[in-house]
Nanobody, 126 residues
Framework: QVQLVESGGGSVQAGGSLRLSCRASRTPFSTYCMGWFRQAPGKEREGVARISNSGQTTFYSDSVKGRFTISRDNAQKTLYLQMNSLKPEDTAMYYC???????????????????WGQGTQVTVSS
């Protein structure tokens, strides 16, 4: 089972950027499909982006496409989310998650992801 710890959240103004990191332990990290999810107060947790175990295939939700970039460094056992052109509606707790299923099969179904981090808060002010 993989353990995940997120970092990099913070408060920024609209139009700003943040880079989230998710460090994994108890690998093998390189065999997992990895995803970023977020949950705003009073809303359901939603998928933001996911990346195949090799890093060659990425998927994005429509709300972040063109602004966010997901990447991974398997040697460092770390997942990243580069967030640019941030909007107030991006404000949420951001979670990374790992799935033993391939990314093309997981979608953003929460139950398809076996391991979750504790989250890192992102706040975007207008």
């Amino acid at each position: 089972q993989v353990q995940l710890v997120e970092s990099g959240g913070g408060s920024v103004q609209a139009g700003g950027s943040l880079r989230l990191s998710c460090r994994a332990s108890r690998t093998p990290f390189s065999t997992y499909c990895m995803g970023w999810f977020r949950q705003a107060p009073g809303k359901e947790r939603e998928g933001v982006a996911r990346i195949s175990n090799s890093g060659q295939t990425t998927f994005y939700s429509d709300s972040v496409k063109g602004r966010f970039t997901i990447s991974r460094d398997n040697a460092q056992k770390t997942l990243y989310l580069q967030m640019n052109s941030l909007k107030p509606e991006d404000t949420a707790m951001y979670y990374c998650a790992a799935s033993r299923s391939p990314c093309y099969a997981t979608g953003y179904v929460l139950g398809n992801f076996d391991n979750w981090g504790q989250g890192t808060q992102v706040t975007v002010s207008s």
